[in-house]
């Protein structure tokens, strides 16, 4: 089994930046990627970001891109997100998951709690 924890949710402030982290532990071994997904009220769950396990190869939402970067830290083996200039837009629920494919929107079998991230104005 793989465990996830996501870190660094919480009420932020327009145009400010998002940090959240995600701390892998149990079995990772065998994962090859790591990834955040969110899900807004009303709308279902969709995909942010991800990186390999090595962190080396990287994608992105175009809804994100430019805005937003994402890194691992092998030596912790967590994976950080962050966002910049924030709108309502990217109030959402924001999982971690992990993934055994080396493809990086690939269907995730791990998934953290979800951290709610909260944009006022």
């Known amino acids: 089994q793989v465990q996830l924890v996501e870190s660094g949710g919480g009420l932020v402030q327009a145009g400010g930046p998002l940090i959240l982290s995600c701390a892998a532990s149990g079995r990772t071994s065998s994962m090859n990627a790591m990834g955040w997904f969110r899900q807004a009220p009303g709308k279902s769950r969709e995909f942010v970001a991800a990186?390999?396990?090595?962190?080396?190869?990287?994608d992105c939402a175009d809804s994100v891109k430019g805005r937003l970067a994402i890194s691992r830290d092998n030596d912790k083996n967590t994976v950080r997100l962050q966002m910049n200039s924030l709108t309502a837009e990217d109030t959402a629920v924001y999982y971690c998951?992990?993934?055994?494919?080396?493809?990086?929107?690939?269907?995730?079998?791990?998934w953290g709690q979800g951290t709610q991230v909260t944009v006022s104005s």
């Open positions: 990186c390999s396990w090595s962190g080396g190869n990287t």
């Open positions: 998951a992990a993934s055994r494919s080396d493809y990086l929107r690939s269907t995730y079998g791990y």
